[in-house]
T-cell receptor
């Protein structure tokens, strides 16, 4: 059974810092991995989608890497801003038609 | 273009009652998925519908049911509500059912069962 964990559960950093969020999954046989952002009480916004054949994806100040063999993904946020404050969730899919399994999320607070 | 819309935004129900949540997908999207998110946890998959047919079901009791209409909108129904059903219910739409299609999430419906 696939399990997804995220460490740390919460993180507080000063504005301008570079930071790394971690996601681990127990079954390395995945189809893809996706990072989402969720603002309090709101829906999810997709940030980056990494297919199993890819090692990383970049969008602006965000970079996500995938190491299937170790069951890990990292989300790197450069030059953090207060507007980055949100909960970040990773999610994996075993096959194209399997359900998506989410981690519990990391709550990020960027202090001005 | 309008994103995924959900109604109502908030809902308060009593134990034992029934509730219907609604979702309208992005125009052109034919697949709708439903998720339950309990406070402090990640979303859990409930159902996926594509072209009005159920394509996937998560580990939820039979009290949970859903359907998709010809215009691709969807309803999630929950019978005999329990306190533990209190959660944010999220709907996501995509062009197709597979993982190659990106999911776009709505703002959710906050259900409180008292």
């Amino acid at each position: 059974k696939q399990e997804v964990t995220q460490i740390p559960a919460a993180l507080s950093v000063p504005e301008g810092e570079n930071l790394v969020l971690n996601c681990s999954f127990t079954d390395s046989a995945i189809y893809n991995l996706q990072w989402f952002r969720q603002d309090p009480g709101k829906g999810l916004t997709s940030l980056l989608l990494i297919q199993s054949s890819q090692r990383e994806q970049t969008s602006g100040r965000l970079n996500a890497s995938l190491d299937k063999s170790s069951g890990r993904s990292t989300l790197y946020i450069a030059a953090s801003q207060p507007g980055d404050s949100a909960t970040y969730l990773c999610a994996v899919r075993k096959t194209s038609y399997d359900k998506v399994i989410f981690g519990p999320g990391t709550s990020l607070s960027v202090i001005p | 273009d309008a994103g995924v819309t959900q109604s109502p935004t908030h809902l308060i129900k009593t134990r034992g009652q029934h509730v219907t949540l609604r979702c309208s997908p992005i125009s052109g999207h034919k697949s709708v998925s439903w998720y339950q998110q309990v406070l402090g946890q990640g979303p859990q998959f409930i159902f996926q519908y594509y072209e009005k047919e159920e394509r996937g079901r998560g580990n939820f009791p039979d009290r949970f049911s859903a359907r998709q209409f010809p215009n691709y909108s969807s309803e999630l129904n929950v019978n005999a509500l329990l306190l533990g059903d209190s959660a944010l219910y999220l709907c996501a739409s995509s062009l197709g059912p597979g993982g190659s299609y990106e999911q776009y999430f709505g703002p959710g419906t906050r259900l409180t069962v008292t």
